[in-house]
């Protein structure tokens, strides 16, 4: 149970660093230093736990914190490799109903997706961007 306090304020810490971070760098370089810095996996709780967190402390928060799926996805791409658990982040876009265009950023493994509300409906989206990139290795 002392573990998962530390997952607790690494959850915290994540969503206090990354977030911001998506107004300064490009996502591509974000993506890439998240992976970077994750070194060997450590124990860790639950996923639903580690979404569960996440989603509570994005939808509490002030901007730049505040939940977005993007916020959300950085935040639980960077836990769940730091737990030593292959997660792969997507961005797509698609046209509303008025021909603008939405963005949404969700996560898989193995083209399962994983912690997305049913109402959310990602095979709509044309992917942009997956990290990590087609072809490279997850944890």
């Known amino acids: 149970m002392r573990q998962h306090l530390g997952w607790k304020a690494r959850t915290v ?3 206090l660093v990354l977030p911001p971070l998506l107004s300064i760098l490009s996502f591509a370089r974000l993506a890439r ?3 970077e810095r994750v070194p060997a996996p450590t124990p860790a709780p ?3 736990d580690l979404a569960e967190w996440t989603d509570r402390l994005l939808r509490r928060w002030p901007p730049p914190w505040r939940y977005t799926c993007l916020r959300r996805g950085v935040v639980l791409y960077y836990l769940l490799r730091k737990a030593g658990r292959p997660a792969a982040l997507h961005i797509g876009v698609r046209r509303d109903s008025t021909g603008a265009f939405v963005a949404h950023a969700w ?4 083209k399962a997706l994983l912690f ?5 409906r990602p ?3 044309r992917v942009i961007a997956t990290f ?3 072809g490279q ?3």
């Open 137 to 139: 290795a997850m944890p």
């Open 116 to 120: 997305e509300p049913p109402a959310n």
């Open 13 to 15: 810490l994540a969503a």
């Open 33 to 35: 230093w998240v992976s």
């Open 46 to 48: 639950p996923e639903t």
């Open 107 to 110: 996560l898989t493994r193995d």
């Open 132 to 134: 990590p990139e087609p």
């Open 123 to 125: 095979d709509e989206y």
